[in-house]
């Protein structure tokens, strides 16, 4: 079963760490199946700096997972930074290769409502009383319109700032996507400033993070290559700090 091959694989790979906790925030349930939403918290007693990345919001961009997986294997994790992560934040579109959730609901468009869906309630009763300094939600942009790597950034001058260092100092490899309109939203540069306020991207940057930014992986390359990407951000972030 493809989620319960990752999540296993998360929580050996979070078992043997130092300093790891593995969390079972509760099971997404659909015609009797359960599929678990988890989080990893690694070095929580250090407080600052903080770093809290989030992949497959949308179940079938799963670049963000594997790249997660793939920094955590590679043992170079700092010991002098404190993380958390959320590797699938759509459990069961993930297993089914779905961008929505099993009532067809986009999760990305769940954070701003009252009574949202159960995986939103449950990251977001997780999060109360944590402020991050950087929150990445790694995401994968559009096969059809052949985009290439750009970035939406929470509009303050923080989130943007960061934004810009990772434009800068991402791999010569990538390509960053330099049209106008991206979307349907004014770009420069690769970068948009974001407006979706029900987003994970919006809501960390109101409520529980200093920057808080969303990357478009293109899709159109292959995933070892997108794999690749997603953990050079994180490697990056980890150099803003250290
Ligand atoms: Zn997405």
Redesign the pocket.
Known sequence: MRILNKYYAFKDKSRNLRNSEFKLLGNINFNNKNYPLFRIDINSKIKNPSLCFSAA??GN?SSGVSGILKWLENNNISRKINYRLYPITNPYGYHFFR?TNHKRINL?REFKKENPEKEIKLIKTDLRNKLFNIFISF???STKDKEDFYIYSYPNKNSIDFSKYILRNISNNVIIDERKIIDGYKAKNGLIIDDMESSFEFYMGDNNAKVSI?V?IPSKISIKQRTDIAKDIIILTEKFYL
């Open positions: 919001i949308h961009e961008r990305n995401h994968e942009n969303c478009e």
